[in-house]
């Protein structure tokens, strides 16, 4: 197995996971911001959130997958 596959492999799921990270921490930060000045809407933010987080965590997800077939399938 080339050791350049097993880079490439290894950056996509790297960047992906880093990309999620930032993502849903910028968006918790917006949340908490938001629920601070409107306490009332909480639970529809919270909601939201939850929704955001979990579409950018299947994002990193189907990278490491791709990532995963990069590696084992072009040996």
Known sequence: ?????IAIGAA??????LGAGIGIGIAT?????SIARQPEAAGQIR???IIGAA??????IYGLI???????ILK
Do not use: D, P, Q, R
């Open 1 to 5: 197995m080339s050791v350049s596959v």
């Open 12 to 17: 996509i799921a790297l960047l992906c996971g």
């Open 29 to 33: 930060g917006k949340a908490v911001e």
């Open 47 to 49: 909601n939201t959130l």
């Open 55 to 60: 579409l950018a965590e299947a994002t990193a």
């Open 66 to 72: 791709g990532s995963i077939l990069i590696i084992f």
